[in-house]
């Protein structure tokens, strides 16, 4: 399960929606083995495309050196579909090369529903876990558990006969 | 001396969890072959069957990027500090899958395009209408 603070959904959201058409991505890092991402970090898309994305290599050096220095790993990887689903696609799945992140997903397919969902994605098999999404301010024990969409039973990854 | 490489989490099972491993080599291909006589495997994850650097991974040589350095020719002297990163990108498709899409939208408009030309001619004369509108009608509910 994913736990994470609504201001940075907040924020992940905002930034999906201000790249909108483009492909929107970044990270959240967190302390290391916490599984707690606290620091939002918007990264560019160096292919500014609607159907890839891309961290700029050099800005990818210097923002895990930074994590490094800091003690923090890469706790959250997310990026925006800006047509379809917020569910990895082959691309997404040959790329994943942090095995401890949540890959998080954002579309922006609808201008007034937020659609967020996580998965883990290792060695290739991609799992779908819960979003519990911390409302600030609030009572902590009060905290609701949000499963936004549920995983379907077959995955059209290609969307190819809509 | 020799040259620090920094290893990530995803590499780490080749080199026994170690963060940083210590190498040898004129150039990065050398470089990578050394590991890999101590670190079995970890060049193949690096380099692809046709010798090239593979497009998952990030390789640095102090604060550069090696696509900028002549890959995997790429100089290398004592001291220097190679940092390896999983290349972060994907995407909502795959080509084909993009080209299906972009299929997708020139059908759908076309469409469009056909159920607007229908409604006008229907608007003119009810004697021509039924012949036009027929193939817009398959065409909306044929997928």
């Keep these: 399960m994913l736990s994470i603070d609504r201001s940075i959904v907040d924020a992940i ?14 990270v959240v890092a967190g302390a290391a083995g ?16 609607m159907t890839f994305y891309e961290f700029d ?43 401890g992140a949540h890959y998080v997903l954002v579309s922006t397919r609808e201008p007034d529903t937020e659609e967020i969902r996580s998965f883990r994605i290792v060695d290739g098999v991609v799992t779908e876990e819960p979003v519990r999404i911390v409302e600030a301010g609030v009572d902590p024990h009060a905290v609701q558990s949000y499963m936004f969409g549920q995983s379907p039973a077959t995955v ?6 809509r | 001396m020799a040259i620090e490489v920094r290893i990530p989490t995803i590499l780490r099972s080749y080199t026994g969890g170690a963060k940083v491993v210590e190498g040898a080599g ?5 470089l990578l072959t050394d590991l890999d006589s101590r670190h079995g495997g970890l060049k193949g994850r690096l380099v692809t069957e046709a010798g090239a650097l593979h497009r998952f991974v990030n390789v640095y ?15 290398l002297n004592d001291g220097d500090s190679v940092t390896i990163l999983p290349a ?5 498709f795959g080509f084909a899958a993009a080209a299906a899409i972009a ?8 469409i469009a395009q056909h159920s607007a030309a229908a409604a006008a001619i229907a608007q003119h004369s009810a004697a021509v209408v039924s012949a036009p509108a027929a193939p817009g009608r398959r065409a909306v509910t044929g997928r």
Excluded at chain 1, 34 to 49: G, K, L, V
Excluded at chain 1, 156 to 161: M, N, R
């Design chain 2, 26 to 30: 004129d150039t990065l291909s050398d």
């Design chain 2, 88 to 92: 972060v990108a994907g995407g909502a």
């Design chain 1, 34 to 49: 916490s599984d707690s991402p606290t620091r939002h970090i918007p990264m560019d898309n160096a292919a500014r495309s």
């Design chain 2, 103 to 110: 299929q997708h939208s020139a059908a759908a408009a076309a």
């Design chain 1, 156 to 161: 059209d990854y290609e969307c190819s006969d």
């Design chain 1, 57 to 99: 290599s050099m800005e990818q050096l210097r923002v895990w050196r930074e994590m490094d220095d800091r003690d923090e790993e890469p706790v959250v990887i997310y990026h925006s579909h800006t047509a379809t689903e917020a569910y990895p696609s082959r691309t997404d799945v040959s790329f994943a090369g942090e095995p």
């Design chain 2, 61 to 75: 040589v102090n604060d550069e990027d090696v696509r900028f350095l002549g890959s995997l020719d790429a100089k």
């Design chain 1, 13 to 26: 959201v905002a930034h999906a929606r201000r790249d909108h058409p483009d492909e929107a991505c970044g």
